[in-house]
């Protein structure tokens, strides 16, 4: 199926594939360049849902993203 670019740069998703991927309001789509071609895949609500949980979990190690990588560069380089 062939679609335009709106002068907003979006793509509207016809209602059938909306429909048979359960797309609605919010729904989450990942966009994947392979090549030449733009995959739009649905990403299913047990992630969206796996996502809010993991942010809930408390760090056991009060460390920053920069120490976090730091020690795993220091395990890289001592491998």
Do not use: H
């Not at 809010?52 to 560069?73: F, G, H, N, S, V």
């Amino acid at each position: 199926m062939i679609v335009t670019v709106s002068k907003g740069q979006q793509i509207t998703i016809p209602s059938k594939y909306r429909k048979d991927f359960g797309l609605r309001v919010g729904s989450k789509v990942e966009i994947i360049k392979r090549g030449n071609d733009m995959l739009v895949k649905p990403i299913e609500e047990d992630l969206s849902k796996l996502f809010k949980e993991a942010q809930k979990i408390r760090p056991k190690y009060k460390l920053t993203a920069k120490q976090m990588d730091e020690l795993i560069e220091d395990e890289i380089l001592r491998q």
